[in-house]
Every structure is written in structure tokens, then in C-alpha cells.
């Protein structure tokens, strides 16, 4: 099932890389968060596909009138509606699946794998249990760190806040000169 979890986000990003290079910039931010430890926070407009081992994920449906609709799955899932358009789901082994239009999306626990492509804010908490424990690796370039590890970095172990965003153009050179 793992594999094809990681099949469907590369494919989602290849996707996604695909449409950016024929539009001729990119359009769109990309997350690849593995092994995570602690907190990680997406309130985006795009898609996320990702897996929890043990934990928490609270998902808030920020456009409930749309075609998309979470998907959660996984071994002794509960769920709760916490507002009208909040659950929060418990449970161990959770798969998730956040296609197309705007989530806030909540995950603590453990073993917390991330593929996200899409526009919005990303916090990211590691939390580890000793010092120098390790709570996991992320990128923000487009790597994908279930097989790119080397080109990943730490999560941080105090809360971090970025922007889900395309990375920065430089400018063209001009023609001519």
C-alpha cells in the first residue's frame, strides 16, 4: 500500500510539473514531509496524499461545496465532527487523500508522510522524545524524500512557518544584449 502511496505522488507531482512547464512557470508550491515526528500544518488550495502511523488528523473542508471530498482510511479510525465542516480523525495507520479545492489540514503523531502540491501555508513542529532525536526530514524544491533523502533537510524542532508557494523566477535575460 506504501508503494502505492508514494506511486500516486509522484505521479501527482509529475502531473503537476507537467502543467507548470507547458504553462511556463510554475503555478504551484510542492511538500514532501517524511518520517515526521510532532506537528505538520497545511492550510492550502490544492492536493495533499499522505499516511500517518499513529496520531491525530483534524481536516477542515474550506470549500464544502465543491465537487472533493476527503478521503481518510486506516486500522481502528474514529472520527469526529468538531464544527460543521471540521472531523478529526484518530487512529493508527491512517491513509489520507485531499484532492482539489481548500483544506486546513492537522496532523500530529508519528510517522507522518506528506506529498503536497498547491498554494498556501505550511508549519511544520518536530517533536522529539529525547534530545537529538530524529523527527524527520522535509523539502520544499520539488525532491520527493521517500527517495530523495539527501536532498532533504530536518524538520524543525521549533515551529516553523513558510509559504506553499512556486519557487522564485529569476528574471529572463534580455534578448539581444
Request: with cysteine.
Amino acid at each position: 500500500m506504501s508503494k502505492l502511496v508514494v506511486s500516486l505522488c509522484s505521479l501527482l507531482l509529475l502531473a503537476s510539473a507537467g502543467a507548470s512547464a507547458w504553462a511556463g512557470e510554475p503555478t504551484s508550491g510542492t511538500l514532501s514531509v517524511e518520517k515526521g515526528k510532532g506537528l505538520v500544518v497545511i492550510d492550502f488550495r490544492g492536493s495533499v496524499l499522505g499516511r500517518l502511523t499513529s496520531g491525530t488528523l483534524r481536516v477542515t473542508d474550506q470549500t464544502p461545496n465543491d465537487r472533493y471530498a476527503p478521503l481518510v482510511t486506516g486500522k481502528k479510525v474514529t472520527q469526529d465532527r468538531i464544527g460543521p465542516r471540521t472531523v478529526l480523525y484518530r487512529g493508527q495507520g491512517l491513509r489520507f487523500r485531499l484532492v482539489g479545492g481548500g483544506y486546513r489540514m492537522v496532523t500530529r503523531g508519528t510517522g507522518i508522510s506528506v506529498s503536497a502540491v498547491g498554494r498556501g501555508v505550511v508549519v511544520l513542529d518536530g517533536e522529539p522524545r529525547w534530545p537529538g532525536d530524529d523527527v524527520g526530514i522535509y523539502s520544499r524544491d520539488g525532491s520527493d524524500c521517500s527517495s530523495e533523502a539527501e536532498r532533504c533537510v530536518p524538520i524543525p524542532t521549533e515551529p516553523e512557518r513558510f509559504a506553499l508557494e512556486p519557487p522564485p523566477t529569476e528574471p529572463k535575460p534580455k534578448q539581444g544584449s
